[in-house]
């Protein structure tokens, strides 16, 4: 069984910044893809960003890139997701999710392990 534990969510400033980290048990962590999901109060759970095994590929929706990195460390079994020049609609619960596809997909239904998501909640 997999688990996803997300941390590093909080409270902060529109422009301001933060790191959310995923930590995963199980082994092969570096065959899978990761991902990063969020959902705001009464919308549906969209993507965010997504990262190959290798952490050779990413892919990011439109209204993060160049604002948000996803990264990877295989040695750790860690996800990372670095939010830069946060907005109010940033606002939301931010899942990480594990998919067995080899490419950085944004399909919820292709991802099959899921994190309870932390919080993350931007003032303006």
């Known amino acids: 069984q997999v688990q996803l534990v997300e941390s590093g969510g909080g409270l902060v400033q529109a422009g301001g910044s933060l790191r959310l980290s995923c930590a995963a048990s199980?082994?092969?962590?570096?065959?899978?893809?990761m991902a990063w999901f969020r959902q705001a109060p009464g919308k549906e759970r969209e993507f965010v960003a997504a990262i190959t095994g290798n952490g050779g590929t990413t892919s990011y929706t439109d209204s993060v890139r160049g604002r948000f990195t996803i990264s990877r460390d295989n040695a750790k079994n860690t996800v990372h997701l670095q939010m830069n020049s946060l907005k109010p609609e940033d606002t939301a619960v931010y899942h990480c999710?594990?998919?067995?596809?080899?490419?950085?997909?944004?399909?919820?239904?292709?991802?099959?392990?899921w994190g309870q998501g932390t919080q993350v909640t931007v003032s303006s």
């Open positions: 199980g082994r092969t962590f570096s065959s899978y893809t």
């Open positions: 999710a594990r998919s067995w596809l080899s490419w950085p997909t944004n399909r919820v239904s292709d991802y099959d392990y």
